[in-house]
Every structure is written in structure tokens, then in C-alpha cells.
């Protein structure tokens, strides 16, 4: 694992537009970027390569281009033969400046995944180094030596963070509660309705307390899924196309047992610790290291941040967090059509399920666990390199190849 410091879980929970964290709101950073840079520059040709070039197009990725760079003329090109080898990230731009006819700017940019860009040959553009810990096992330690809490560890390293937290969980309310009033169809092409209020509405009417639990937390996700796939506003958490898993689980929370806002945060911080963690040691970037890296991670996130809201230890916050990932593991990231929908959006919702039920399961089996969730987190990215690139976000293999393919 990585001796370089965490930065601050602010990069983990990014307020944006959809539908993709590392396809539009990366490219659209990596775009604002290089304006400020060479303000110069007068053109700009940007070249798309692998995941880049191969989904973007469904995921926006040359519309969030053009828009960032506004009134400055870009031509967009797309590489999606190019030798994956060859390339520094699967998700590899080059930006070309020019002033007056005459090329002023060459760079390479990486969307690295969660809307977080670094530039070839510099250090991550994100805040710095702010966490000396970066494995779970020697936060735990950390914490145990001075009888912090996890959220207490996160508050001690970063007394300003929960502003920002409370940005985030407005935004995830709000793109909740406007997921499920809105219907109709979600743009793209494959006709995908939205069927959030119709969760909601099943899921509120349903006299069996097990299924209207089920059907609400769907819901939710569904909302916020949903929202992502039609680009409104949501939170990278740790992605856009797993922004549905933590805010369902904890918006269920809050509407069956009304904790208050500062519980809500610190969930909210341990979420983030959490999904640091993975980042560091790993990725939370699907062209990397498949879905697994994306509602994996957010499947994580939320168990932990679940059993942070019920008043539960740090050993059933770890257990709960190995559980989520490791029945995440293997998971690919085939989006049809390369588009956040199938099976994207359902997804999101199998993924707070089992977060829920992985935070249940912490209460009682936390003290005989076996794996460790540092452990896992290595096997997840090991499992990821070993994944196919046509299994990593680039829609040529597994369900995006056999639906484009029916008769």
C-alpha cells in the first residue's frame, strides 16, 4: 500500500452535475484547468483516450468539454484504439493550446476518478496531504490510543470539514426528494423510465414492514440515480455512478428514527474516512478497477456510516465496511450503451441493500472477523488490474455487449 498522506475527504464528496464523476466533471476540471494556465490560448484541441473515447460520448464527456471552454473554439477527438499500455490512466486526455496558429501548450491530463484530475509528471491537483494515517488498521490504532471516535479522528484532522459536510447533505436531500417526484424517460436513447416514485409509492403503501423498508431504501437510490443519469445536481460519493448507495441508507435513517443534523455529519465524515482509505490504497475509478471500485467503495462507505449513526463501535464500523466490499468483489463496470443506466442505476440500489444489511450483520458477528478491512480493500484493486479492460468502463464486454446485440 501507498505511504503518501490522505488529502481531505472533501475529495471525496464533490457537489456536481452528472452522469459520470471521472467522464464529465474530471474532463470539465481538467478543461477549467488548462484555461487558467495558458490563458493565452485561443484554441484548444483536446484528444479523448481509452475508457475516455470509448464511453464518453454516452457519458457527455465532449459536452462537458465544450461547455467549460465556452466561447474558446475545441476540437475533440477520440482515441479509442489506442494501446492501453501506452497510456499513464485508462482515463487519459491530451490538451493542445494554440495562440495565434502556433502551438503553446502540451499536456496530458488524467480524470483519476471521483471528478479528481492529476497532470502527467506533477502531484495530484487535489488539497494536500492532510491525514498521516492511511490504512484503516493504523487509524483504528490512532484512534484507540487517544479514545477517539472515527468521526472524532476526522474532526481532530480537519476542524473545518463540516461546512462542507453540510453542503453535501443538503445536496444529497434535495437530489433525493426531487428524484422521486420527477418521471418520464431518462435521456440517452434506450428508453430507460424513471421509476423512483413508483418505489416510493409501492414501498410507502406496503403493510409488510420488511418490504416497505426494502422498497424505500430502493427508492432512494433510485432518486438519486436517477438524477445522476438525467446530469442534475448530486454528490460524488465516492463517484457519480454510485451517488445513490450512501445517501439512501442514511435518508432512511433519518426519516424512520430522526437523528439530528450532527449525527448526520459525523456518518457522514466516517463515510468519507472510509472512502479515503479505499482512494489511497486503491481507486475508486471503474475505467481502473471496474464497478467494484464505485458502488463497491459507496457499499463500504455506507455500512460504516450506518453503524457511525446507531452508535456503534469502530470494530463493528470496519467489520461493516470488509462485508460490503467483499461481496462487492470481482463486481465489472459494463454500462450499456455508455450511459450511468443499466445496470447502473439498479445497481445503486442493490448496493444500499447490502450496505444495510452488512451494518446489521457488524452488530453481532463483529467480533470474530477474520479479514480485515485494509486487506480487502487490496484484494478489491488486485481483483480490478486482473479485470479485462472490456469489464472496466469501456462497454465492449459483459451486458453492454450482449443487449447492443439482441435482436
Same mark, same amino acid.
Given at each position: 500500500?501507498?505511504?503518501?498522506?490522505?488529502?481531505?475527504?472533501?475529495?471525496?464528496?464533490?457537489?456536481?452535475?452528472?452522469?459520470?464523476?471521472?467522464?464529465?466533471?474530471?474532463?470539465?476540471?481538467?478543461?477549467?484547468?488548462? +484555461?487558467?494556465?495558458?490563458?493565452?490560448?485561443?484554441? @484548444?484541441?483536446?484528444?479523448?483516450?481509452?475508457?475516455?473515447?470509448?464511453?464518453?460520448?454516452?457519458?457527455?464527456?465532449?459536452?462537458?468539454?465544450?461547455?467549460?471552454?465556452?466561447? /474558446?473554439?475545441?476540437?475533440?477527438?477520440?482515441?479509442?484504439?489506442?494501446?492501453? *499500455?501506452?497510456?499513464?490512466?485508462?482515463?487519459?486526455?491530451?490538451?493542445?493550446?494554440?495562440?495565434?496558429?502556433?502551438?503553446?501548450?502540451?499536456?496530458? /491530463?488524467?480524470?483519476?476518478?471521483?471528478?479528481?484530475?492529476?497532470?502527467?509528471?506533477?502531484?495530484?491537483?487535489?488539497?494536500?496531504? /492532510?491525514?498521516?494515517?492511511?490504512?484503516?488498521?493504523?487509524?483504528?490504532? @490512532?484512534?484507540?490510543?487517544?479514545?477517539?471516535?472515527?468521526?472524532?479522528?476526522?474532526?481532530? &484532522?480537519?476542524?473545518?470539514?463540516?461546512?462542507?459536510?453540510?453542503?453535501?447533505?443538503?445536496?444529497?436531500?434535495? $437530489?433525493?426528494?426531487?428524484?422521486?417526484?420527477?418521471?418520464?424517460?431518462?435521456?440517452?436513447?434506450?428508453?430507460?423510465?424513471?421509476?423512483?416514485?413508483?418505489?416510493?409509492?409501492?414501498?410507502?403503501?406496503?403493510?409488510?414492514?420488511?418490504?416497505?423498508?426494502?422498497?424505500?431504501?430502493?427508492?432512494?437510490?433510485?432518486?438519486?440515480?436517477?438524477? &445522476?443519469?438525467?446530469? #442534475?445536481?448530486?454528490? $460524488?460519493?465516492?463517484?457519480?455512478?454510485?451517488? #445513490?448507495?450512501?445517501?439512501?441508507?442514511?435518508?432512511?435513517?433519518?426519516?424512520?428514527?430522526?437523528?439530528?443534523?450532527?449525527?448526520?455529519?459525523?456518518?457522514?465524515?466516517?463515510?468519507?474516512?472510509?472512502?479515503?482509505?479505499?482512494?489511497?490504497?486503491?481507486?475508486?475509478?471503474?475505467?481502473?478497477?471496474?464497478?467494484?471500485?464505485?458502488?463497491?467503495?459507496?457499499?463500504?462507505?455506507?455500512?460504516?456510516?450506518?453503524?457511525?449513526?446507531?452508535?456503534?463501535?469502530?470494530?463493528?464500523?470496519?467489520?461493516?465496511?470488509?462485508?460490503?466490499?467483499?461481496?462487492?468483489?470481482?463486481?465489472?463496470?459494463?454500462?450499456?450503451?455508455?450511459?450511468?443506466?443499466?445496470?447502473?442505476?439498479?445497481?445503486?440500489?442493490?448496493?444500499?441493500?447490502?450496505?444495510?444489511?452488512?451494518?446489521?450483520?457488524?452488530?453481532?458477528?463483529?467480533? &470474530?472477523?477474520?479479514?480485515?478491512?485494509?486487506?480487502?480493500?487490496?484484494? +478489491?484493486?488486485?481483483? *480490478?488490474?486482473?479485470?479485462?479492460?472490456?469489464?472496466?468502463?469501456?462497454?465492449?464486454?459483459?451486458?453492454?455487449?450482449?443487449?447492443?446485440?439482441?435482436?
Amino acid at each position: 500500500m501507498t505511504d503518501a498522506r490522505m488529502s481531505s475527504i472533501s475529495d471525496i464528496f464533490r457537489i456536481g452535475r452528472g452522469p459520470s464523476s471521472s467522464h464529465t466533471i474530471g474532463p470539465g476540471r481538467a478543461s477549467l484547468l488548462m +484555461m487558467e494556465r495558458y490563458p493565452d490560448c485561443d484554441r @484548444f484541441r483536446v484528444t479523448l483516450y481509452g475508457s475516455l473515447a470509448k464511453t464518453g460520448r454516452g457519458h457527455g464527456t465532449d459536452r462537458a468539454i465544450a461547455e467549460t471552454f465556452g466561447d /474558446i473554439p475545441c476540437e475533440i477527438l477520440w482515441e479509442p484504439d489506442t494501446d492501453p *499500455g501506452s497510456l499513464p490512466h485508462p482515463n487519459t486526455m491530451r490538451f493542445e493550446g494554440f495562440t495565434s496558429g502556433e502551438k503553446t501548450a502540451d499536456v496530458r /491530463i488524467m480524470s483519476i476518478g471521483g471528478g479528481a484530475i492529476q497532470v502527467e509528471g506533477e502531484e495530484r491537483e487535489e488539497s494536500s496531504g /492532510i491525514y498521516s494515517e492511511t490504512t484503516f488498521g493504523s487509524i483504528a490504532e @490512532f484512534c484507540r490510543q487517544d479514545s477517539m471516535s472515527l468521526s472524532d479522528y476526522v474532526f481532530y &484532522n480537519e476542524p473545518g470539514i463540516k461546512e462542507h459536510l453540510r453542503a453535501v447533505w443538503a445536496q444529497m436531500r434535495s $437530489t433525493i426528494i426531487h428524484g422521486l417526484e420527477a418521471e418520464g424517460t431518462l435521456p440517452g436513447g434506450l428508453e430507460v423510465k424513471r421509476r423512483a416514485k413508483d418505489l416510493y409509492i409501492y414501498g410507502s403503501r406496503n403493510r409488510d414492514l420488511v418490504k416497505k423498508e426494502r422498497f424505500l431504501i430502493s427508492a432512494y437510490a433510485y432518486a438519486s440515480s436517477e438524477e &445522476n443519469a438525467s446530469t #442534475g445536481m448530486m454528490v $460524488t460519493a465516492p463517484t457519480c455512478g454510485a451517488c #445513490g448507495v450512501l445517501p439512501a441508507v442514511l435518508y432512511y435513517e433519518q426519516q424512520l428514527f430522526a437523528p439530528d443534523e450532527e449525527q448526520i455529519i459525523s456518518a457522514l465524515a466516517v463515510a468519507g474516512i472510509i472512502g479515503q482509505v479505499i482512494r489511497t490504497n486503491a481507486s475508486v475509478s471503474g475505467a481502473q478497477a471496474g464497478c467494484q471500485a464505485e458502488v463497491g467503495s459507496a457499499c463500504s462507505m455506507a455500512a460504516g456510516a450506518l453503524c457511525s449513526l446507531r452508535g456503534l463501535g469502530m470494530e463493528n464500523i470496519e467489520c461493516a465496511a470488509e462485508l460490503a466490499m467483499e461481496h462487492c468483489l470481482g463486481l465489472t463496470c459494463d454500462p450499456v450503451g455508455g450511459l450511468v443506466q443499466i445496470p447502473c442505476i439498479e445497481r445503486n440500489a442493490v448496493g444500499a441493500l447490502r450496505a444495510y444489511d452488512a451494518a446489521s450483520l457488524s452488530e453481532v458477528i463483529f467480533d &470474530n472477523r477474520k479479514v480485515s478491512f485494509d486487506d480487502v480493500v487490496l484484494t +478489491m484493486y488486485e481483483t *480490478g488490474k486482473d479485470l479485462s479492460s472490456i469489464y472496466r468502463e469501456t462497454s465492449e464486454g459483459g451486458l453492454a455487449r450482449l443487449y447492443v446485440n439482441k435482436p
